[in-house]
């Protein structure tokens, strides 16, 4: 019989833990078994993954995970945090990202396109609606793209993802990551290819949203005054999360977003 403490023991305990990750992660459709296998292994080879508080984010139950953006390629190692933590990640993300074969792999696995500025953004939300309510993760960058602070910290967001969290009861996470701007510069439009970049994730406490809740449900209108405090309450969160990550102190507010879109931008929300 082994005692605890003992390599024996430590290795049982991990293996409980990943048993109970996977089956979490169940059922699993073929789509998503393939992005699994092409996606892990990339962040394995582009990302040091090193989370703070990865278990604040439920195993159970729906749970919105609302994160800064920094970079094209911060959805994967976003994705694998997620993975990691024992669900499936599904991602709002712009329809540019969901053309050819690819699109419909997308799809499959439980990604939602999302079009800007169409009667379609508000067909996204409803299906991110349903996705948590059939109790799954939802993903969502509100600053819509990349950020264009030219020190990295959060722009001014879109309050799609306000909606979102009013109208559902779903764990609202707000998750800081620093370092996959690293690898890809969106700013200059330059990759620096190296192996395991440091990339640091910082899972927050959940965001209290049952008092604005319970004053939609009583009746109050979905105002825009309603939407951007419920937003920036959510990226305060996140800000001050990419502070401590960083080691230095936040901006008092948040970069303005640009007058207009720019093109490259691929990984999204309806935010």
Not at 110 to 119: A, L
Not at 127 to 155: C, K, Q
Not at 213 to 234: H, I, K, S, W, Y
Request: glycine letters at 8%; proline letters at 10%.
């Amino acid at each position: 019989m082994t005692q605890d403490g003992s390599p024996d023991a430590g290795r049982t305990r991990r293996a409980g833990a990943a048993l109970s990750r996977w089956r979490t992660r169940r059922p699993l459709p073929a789509a998503l078994l393939l992005c699994v296998l092409l996606v892990y292994p990339v962040t394995v080879l582009l990302f040091r993954l090193r989370y703070r508080h990865a278990e604040r984010l439920p195993r159970t139950g729906p749970v919105l995970v609302v994160a800064n953006h920094v970079s094209v390629l911060d959805p994967l190692a976003c994705a694998r945090l997620v993975w990691d933590c024992g669900r499936v990640p599904h991602f709002l993300a712009k329809a540019s990202v969901f053309k050819g074969p690819v699109g419909g792999i997308l799809r499959a696995a439980g990604q939602i396109p999302v079009v800007r500025g169409t009667v379609d953004a508000r067909t996204s939300l409803a299906a991110a609606e349903a996705d948590l309510a059939a109790g799954n993760v939802v993903i969502i960058y509100p600053e819509g793209s990349v950020t264009r602070d030219p020190d990295w910290w959060p722009m001014e967001a879109r309050t799609g993802v306000a909606r979102l969290a009013l109208a559902t009861d779903a764990v609202v996470v707000p998750v800081a990551q620093w370092g996959p701007q690293r690898v890809h510069d969106y700013h200059t439009k330059q990759l620096h290819p190296r192996l395991r970049a440091p990339a640091d994730y910082l899972v927050g406490e959940p965001v209290d949203l049952a008092d604005l809740r319970a004053q939609v449900r009583a009746g109050r209108p979905l105002t825009a005054e309603l939407l951007r405090e419920v937003t920036d309450r959510m990226m305060t969160a996140v800000r001050d999360q990419l502070a401590e990550l960083r080691g230095e102190p936040a901006p008092a507010g948040f970069h303005p977003r640009p007058a207009r879109p720019l093109p490259g931008d691929l990984p999204g929300s309806a935010a």
